[in-house]
């Protein structure tokens, strides 16, 4: 199984990012999918999942009304939508299975976000 984020970068606070994760070995239709987050000495944070029909099913607060999560089918792959960033938003970014994380995690990517 393959997991590939990208779309991450340096963005000034207030500022948007669109974040993709391109899957590769795993029956994505038939699965739910979230983004987790893990910023610096802090552990690795579930924000946002979506069921396999294209639901979302559940945001951390701390991101409510500012993200939203998507998803392709055809293309099995897992959007993030991200608005009015913050500094505390910054972080690697990965997607996984949801709940049961797979365990060969992608690289994940970067987000920065600058006050």
């Known amino acids: 199984a393959q997991l590939m984020e990208s779309g991450g970068g340096l963005v000034q606070a207030g500022g948007s990012l669109r974040l993709s994760c391109v899957t590769a070995?795993?029956?994505?239709?038939?699965?739910?999918m979230a983004w987790y987050r893990q910023a610096p000495g802090k552990q690795r944070e579930l924000i946002a999942s979506?069921?396999?029909?294209?639901?979302?099913?559940m945001y951390t607060d701390s991101v409510k009304g500012r993200f939203t999560i998507s998803r392709d089918n055809d293309r099995n792959t897992v959007y993030l939508q991200m608005t009015s960033l913050k500094s505390e938003d910054s972080a690697v970014y990965f997607c996984?299975?949801?709940?049961?994380?797979?365990?060969?995690w992608g690289r994940g990517t970067q987000v920065t976000v600058s006050s």
């Open positions: 996984n299975v949801d709940p049961r994380p797979i365990s060969s």
């Open positions: 070995g795993i029956p994505f239709r038939g699965i739910s």
């Open positions: 979506i069921t396999p029909s294209g639901r979302p099913d």
